[in-house]
């Protein structure tokens, strides 16, 4: 009920009704450290407001049994009463993240897409190109652009004028060192730190270990895309240009790795950029963590699950896959469909999206297609066997899902996708 539409009676009530309470703590509280005179005159204040209450005193008499136990309480509380401004601090935030605790745990948990293989249904990281010469949002658009979309500008400088040149690995991909970093200056993750270099002297930018479009940047600014850099590659090879290199694979290991340096054919200035993009956050939703304690996920649905119990990953983590299969199914993939007990799955409209390539699904593809993969190779089936989910990403072609680590215990599967509540894009809103 709004104050101004209570009487002061009401209110005085109310607030005797509190003092009684802080009483009450103080002397559990506190008791056996109370003198006998201190425990008798506590006693009797407290006595007399709880009378006073009961024979419903009007204001001015519970006020004033209000400061006579006020009065007592200020010798007698201790660290109870009166709490230093410091102390309700520390109460207020513990008590709030024990609260925040117990929601993550046992009702909804917020989780982040980190990587595209669930695309297009949830969106991990994403690259927005901003090549050079192109118009920039500025500072004010820049900080918007932070807070509505999570957008990080990446940006690599020139540091002398000269000729661009990279490393790249064997299978024509950026080379880059896995290195240990901070996030928010406090929590150990890795990133990848990619070197070019102008002339010799090194311009160096890292991005987070699961973003995967930094060589799509790359190849849009340098080369127009994919085809253009793959004629680059054929004509350097053609001239003899592939002049050999290494670079450490991590900075935790002495492991090189063998690379190639080739020249760009770009030269800039001092200060110009050499690449540049905003770095796009991938949805953040929740996930409720309620519901499978009650029931069974259904093929169709996306969920979260663990992966520490999983052989062919090993580490401590969650994921989010599509559930394709659970115990007894027989799964096949019919390229680019995906069969279930020999017809095609149902249970979710993307699998009827994938099986038509409708853009912009991709379709599925076969498991010898991935690296690493072992599963679903053309012409081969599988089995899931008894306690267990068999999950795969709607960007068939690049997940690393079931078809390479296999299968998902079922006592792992953690909740469904809810609410997508970041970044702010035409995505907000209930999970698909």
């Known amino acids: 009920m709004l104050p101004f539409l209570t009487s002061q009676e009401s209110r005085m009530r109310r607030n005797a009704a509190n003092w009684l309470d802080l009483a009450a703590k103080v002397w559990n509280f506190r008791r056996d450290l109370l003198g006998e005179a201190e425990a008798a005159e506590l006693t009797a204040r407290r006595d007399d407001l709880q009378n006073r209450l009961r024979d419903r005193a009007d204001a001015g008499k519970l ?11 200020r010798r007698t509380g201790g660290s109870v009463y009166p ?74 400088t020139a540091p002398k004028s000269g000729e661009v040149s990279a490393q790249f690995f064997q299978n024509g991909a950026l080379a880059c060192t896995v290195k240990s970093a901070r996030s928010w200056l406090v929590f150990p993750t890795q990133v990848r730190e990619y070197t070019f270099l102008v002339d010799g002297a090194p311009a160096v930018v890292q991005v987070p270990l699961d973003f995967d479009e930094f060589d799509k940047v790359f190849r849009e600014t340098y080369f127009g895309g994919d085809e253009g850099f793959y004629r680059f590659l054929e004509q350097q090879a053609h001239e003899g240009r592939m002049e050999g290199s290494w670079i450490r694979a991590s900075d935790a290991s002495g492991d090189m790795v063998h690379t190639v340096t080739l020249r760009l054919s770009r030269t800039v200035r001092q200060g110009d950029p050499i690449l540049r993009f905003d770095l796009m956050t991938g949805d953040q939703l929740f996930v409720d963590r309620l519901s499978f304690h009650f029931m069974r996920p259904v093929v169709g649905q996306a969920f979260v699950f663990r992966t520490d119990h999983i052989p062919g990953i090993g580490k401590e983590d969650y994921y989010i896959k599509r559930l394709v299969g659970v115990p007894g199914d027989v799964m096949e993939v019919r390229s680019p469909a995906l069969y279930r007990n020999g017809r095609p799955i149902t249970g979710a409209r ?62 792992d599967a953690v909740g469904r996708p809810l609410f997508i509540y970041y970044p702010f894009t035409r995505r907000w809103g209930p999970a698909r």
Do not use: C
């Open 63 to 73: 006020k004033l049994g209000i400061e006579a136990l006020e009065g007592v309480l």
């Open 83 to 156: 709490k230093t401004s410091l102390g309700e601090n520390v109460e207020f935030f513990l008590v709030a993240a024990l609260v925040i605790l117990a929601i993550r745990t046992y009702f909804v948990q917020p989780f982040k897409i980190p990587t595209n293989s669930m695309w297009p249904t949830y969106y991990g990281m994403t690259a927005e190109n901003l090549p050079p010469g192109a118009a920039v949002p500025g500072k004010l658009g820049q900080a918007f652009r932070l807070l509505a979309f999570g957008a990080q500008r990446k940006l690599v």
């Open 350 to 411: 993307a699998f009827e999206l994938e099986a038509s390539r409708t853009p912009p699904y991709p379709g599925y593809t076969y498991g010898d297609t991935l690296p690493n993969g072992i599963y679903l190779a053309r012409g081969s089936t599988l089995t899931v066997p008894p306690h267990s989910y068999f999950a795969m990403g709607d960007n068939s072609p690049l997940s690393a899902d079931g078809r390479v680590w296999g299968f998902v215990p079922a006592k």
